[in-house]
């Protein structure tokens, strides 16, 4: 069964279209919620750690925010440069993490 | 900070032989690092946990014999695929959590690109 899902699978924005990727998990027990942006034939680049519900963080155009059962990453206002693959990962023990299979991203000029 | 680095970055090689990555925490030490495998447009795959100065802890249905993970110092590991086939053929991506820190971020290396011909 499958513990981290993301949605959408793939995304298209027009640049300045803010839109939300969605995180959501099945088990109880998170020990915490990672967010990642992974660059085509890179390895994953830490962007946010969430650790308790109605926790938020921001970085850039980036903001993370964190419910009992999904996590949302809101994109304002996006950039070509933003266009990625965003990974969302989760941790019950602290050290096993369980991969979504990722939103593709794609900001149009 | 929190810098990981792999090498090599892309290896080519024949069928059966042996090929050794390298992944480096360069600025902070790391009791604990993480081998993934990564299959074209799908996520990462845990292979195995590696923890400085003792055994690896794998995955269910990775083969320890074929993929040996040695963790000598906090700052090193290796993942050597002995006799390499061309299924073995992937992206391998390590991660180490830093020692120092009561955190659980894993930062990531920038990967290998295995292809075995």
């Known amino acids: 069964e499958d513990q981290v899902t993301q949605s959408p699978e793939a995304l298209r924005l027009q640049e300045g279209e803010s839109s939300s990727l969605n995180c959501s998990y099945t088990?109880?027990?998170?020990?915490?919620l990672f967010w990642y942006r992974q660059d085509p034939g890179k390895g994953p680049e830490f962007l946010f750690t969430?650790?308790?519900a109605g926790e938020e963080k921001e970085k850039e155009r980036l903001k993370a925010t964190l419910t009992k059962k999904e996590s949302f990453l809101h994109i304002t206002a996006p950039k070509p440069e933003d266009s990625a693959t965003y990974l969302c990962?989760?941790?019950?023990?602290?050290?096993?993490?369980?991969f979504g299979t990722g939103t593709s991203l794609t900001v149009i000029p | 900070g929190a810098v990981v680095s792999q090498h090599p970055s892309r290896v080519i090689c024949k069928s059966g032989t042996s090929v050794k990555i390298e992944c480096r925490s360069l600025?902070?030490?790391?009791?604990?690092m993480f081998w993934y495998r990564q299959f074209p447009k799908k996520s990462l795959m845990l292979m195995a946990t590696?923890?400085?100065?003792?055994?690896?802890?794998?995955e269910q249905g990775v083969e320890k014999d074929k993929f040996l993970i040695n963790h000598a110092s906090l700052t090193l590991s290796t993942l050597t695929v002995t006799s390499a086939h061309p299924e073995d053929s992937s992206f391998y991506i390590c991660?180490?959590?830093?020692?120092?820190?009561?955190?659980?971020?894993?930062?990531f290396g920038p990967g290998t690109r295995l292809t075995v011909l």
């Open positions: 991660s180490a959590r830093d020692s120092g820190q009561a955190r659980d971020e894993q930062f």
């Open positions: 088990v109880s027990g998170l020990r915490g």
């Open positions: 969430l650790y308790s």
């Open positions: 990962a989760v941790t019950y023990t602290g050290n096993q993490f369980y």
């Open positions: 600025d902070f030490q790391a009791t604990t």
């Open positions: 590696s923890n400085e100065g003792s055994k690896a802890t794998y």
